[in-house]
Nanobody
């Protein structure tokens, strides 16, 4: 059974940094496409960054240069390093995984393409 558990969220001031973690279990972690998504109140869930099984990454234009995704296959853990946080980054952040997406669909980061989700971790940025 695939399980994803996020941690690391919190309340920070604008300009600060956070590192989110996602502990994965129940599947061959290294062979999956994994991504970070976020959902602000009243808005649709959106993909922000993704990492494919070969380590290639992609990110939404709105977070380029500030959000970095990485993974530690030995620890089965996915990370999201966020720098220079802005109030508009306030959202619930989710990690997700899916197998067999292929690079094109992995990089698109569409929530509907991912079948496994964590429970989310809240990030709140104050100005």
């Amino acid at each position: 059974q695939v399980q994803l558990v996020e941690s690391g969220g919190g309340s920070v001031q604008a300009g600060g940094s956070l590192r989110l973690s996602c502990a994965a279990s129940g599947y061959t972690y290294s062979s999956y496409c994994m991504g970070w998504f976020r959902q602000a109140p009243g808005k649709e869930r959106e993909g922000v960054v993704a990492i494919d099984s070969d380590g290639s990454t992609s990110s939404a234009d709105s977070v380029k240069g500030r959000f970095t995704i990485s993974k530690d296959n030995a620890k089965n853990t996915l990370y999201l390093q966020i720098r220079n946080l802005k109030p508009e980054d306030t959202a619930m952040y989710y990690c997700a995984a899916e197998e067999g997406l292929g690079h094109t669909y992995c990089s698109l980061g569409r929530p509907a393409d991912f079948g496994y989700w964590g429970q989310g971790t809240q990030v709140t940025v104050s100005s």
